[in-house]
């Protein structure tokens, strides 16, 4: 006669509180943004405006801004690889990710900031 032997699996874990702490927590994230614009030129102004808007109705209390002059320091263009302006660059939270243009398009920028799955303000 020979026993057959089951594999003991350990009880499932409730993970839902992880879960919602991780989301919380992502919720509460620092966006460190830098902004390049060419001058006070119509599409950078747009720029600035369209972004600053974007931060007040959605990373309201929750980002650090950055608007960099790339006629009056052209030495950041180099170190940040900037080869069009106006470009948006997402420094934290990590993937690093960049935006060219006006920044008008907000569904863009909820999707590339991964914005748009965390509950918008």
């Not at 702490?21 to 119509?42: C, D, I, N, W």
Request: proline letters at 7%; glycine letters at 4%; a positive charge.
């Amino acid at each position: 006669m020979t026993l057959e032997r089951k594999p003991v699996r350990p009880p499932l874990k409730d993970v839902s509180g992880v879960f919602e702490q991780a989301l919380r927590a992502a919720a509460e994230e620092r966006y460190v943004l830098k902004l390049f614009v060419s001058g006070m030129t119509p599409r950078s102004l747009r720029a600035i405006e369209n972004l600053r808007n974007f931060c007040a109705e959605h990373l309201e209390g929750r980002h650090q801004l950055q608007i960099i002059d790339l006629y009056q320091h052209p030495e950041y263009a180099r170190e940040a690889q900037v080869v069009a302006a106006p470009t948006l660059i997402k420094e934290t939270p990590l993937p690093l990710r960049r935006f060219i243009g006006d920044l008008s398009h907000t569904e863009r920028l909820l999707a590339g900031l991964d914005l748009d799955w965390k509950g918008r303000s």
